[in-house]
């Protein structure tokens, strides 16, 4: 049986609330005035539509905290985050370490559990370097939005208990695959003391095979406080064929450097947050 309680800490949205509340009005109207049942339903229909969307849409905050830049004291500092999707790989996450390396970079890298599991060493290895490891999911499925309480927290709390084994620090982000979700993750995540964390720009890395293509997606705008994603699995490889963020990482480390600008773990970031209270 669900304990609900132990939930009771969550603050919804304000449009988790409105959802709530126009739901028990709805139901009372109905109640009142049994006829107007087709018109209730519309309404309920639209409004869960909208959740629906809100869940889908990977940056949207209407149904929970969502990192889609660091903090605002961040900016300030001129720091910027490179997080990284879908690894560990044993064939491109060790180079995209020695990149990292030569530029003195730090990255967060959102490891699927089930790899870390397959790979404890090389997860070992990024926190060694000085680099953070996040929550991307026990296994990386696609059904996750389709969730109910119960399903997140068993799928979140598998994973971070397994890559707390593997790497001896507790996960405080999660990133869903994909960024996709649906409103019961929120109150999971409270309950799990995790942050959601989307991005502020990504380069589609994932299917693009033009390394440049991606390299301008990232520097568009480029600012302090951006989130970049990346992957160092499930990547798409150029035609030299070079997993894509190996080609495109040394430009934009550089051109991170001419914008005088400091990669951060978004561990870091949060850390100084709550030092501040920002």
Not at 39 to 53: C, N, S
Not at 208 to 213: A, G, I, T
Request: hydrophobic share 45%; glycine share 6%.
């Amino acid at each position: 049986m669900m304990n609900f309680s132990a939930y009771r800490n969550w603050q919804p949205t304000p449009l988790m609330k409105a959802s709530f509340l126009l739901t028990i009005a709805t139901l009372a109207a109905i109640a009142i005035h049994p006829a107007i049942w087709p018109w209730a339903l519309a309404v309920v229909v639209a409004d869960h539509l909208l959740l629906t969307f809100a869940g889908l849409w990977p940056r949207c905050s209407w149904v929970g905290s969502n990192w889609t830049s660091l903090p605002p004291a961040a900016t300030e500092r001129g720091e910027i985050a490179i997080t990284i999707d879908d690894g560990p790989d044993p064939e491109i996450t060790p180079a995209v370490l020695d990149v990292l390396d030569r530029y003195g970079a730090k990255a967060t890298f959102f490891c699927i559990a089930d790899k870390a599991q397959r790979y404890p060493a090389l997860c070992r290895d990024i926190v060694r370097r000085g680099h953070a490891v996040e929550n991307h999911s026990m296994h990386h499925q696609y059904h996750l939005p389709f969730l109910l309480l119960g399903g997140w927290m068993a799928e979140l709390n598998a994973a971070q208990d397994a890559l707390t084994k593997v790497t001896g620090i507790r996960p405080r982000f999660f990133r869903p695959p994909v960024g996709l979700r649906n409103p019961l993750l929120d109150p999971v995540l409270s309950r799990l003391n995790l942050q959601l964390a989307s991005w502020t720009r990504r380069g589609f890395d994932t299917v693009e095979r033009n390394p440049q293509v991606v390299l301008a997606k990232l520097l568009k705008d480029l600012k302090a406080g951006d989130i970049l994603l990346l992957h160092d699995s499930n990547v798409a490889h150029s035609s030299t064929g070079q997993p894509v963020i190996l080609e495109v990482l040394p430009p934009l480390l550089d051109a991170i450097a001419t914008a005088k600008l400091r990669t951060v773990t978004l561990g870091e970031s949060l850390d100084r947050c709550r030092q501040t209270s920002c």
